[in-house]
């Protein structure tokens, strides 16, 4: 008899616990750039580090939108992007990253009009 109570039980936890865990950062990926920029300037190399794998893992859409946000020197809005540039130049170490970043700042080139 007991068998019969816990066995439904059991199945709804192996559908809920899958959507429960899958919901758990349903930000965009514009929020995310927006909370890493706003750590930067890292105040050392652990935070820079960490910060590092955090604009990197964004995936191409947040790296597009870091090389989107830079802006000419004096302008302050873009100081964050600016440091996140920098941050991603002088921390990537794998191939892969490399190649990423690398991808990111061709497209970006891009986008940026011929000057006469």
Do not use: W
């Not at 935070?47 to 090389?67: H, M, P, S, Y």
């Not at 002088?90 to 497209?107: F, G, R």
């Amino acid at each position: 008899m007991r068998l019969y109570k816990i066995t439904p039980l059991f199945f709804l936890l192996l559908i809920f616990v899958p959507l429960l865990l899958s919901a758990q950062d349903q930000r965009l990926v514009k929020t995310k750039v927006a909370d890493v920029l706003a750590l930067l300037p890292a105040t050392d190399n652990q935070q820079a580090t960490r910060i590092f794998k955090e604009v990197i893992g964004l995936g191409d859409e947040g790296l597009q939108l870091v090389t989107d946000g830079v802006q000419p020197n004096g302008v302050k809005a873009g100081i964050p992007f600016r440091y996140a540039v920098s941050l991603l130049t002088h921390y990537s170490i794998t191939k892969e990253d490399k190649a990423k970043i690398e991808h990111a700042y061709l497209a970006a080139l891009k986008k940026v009009p011929t000057l006469k």
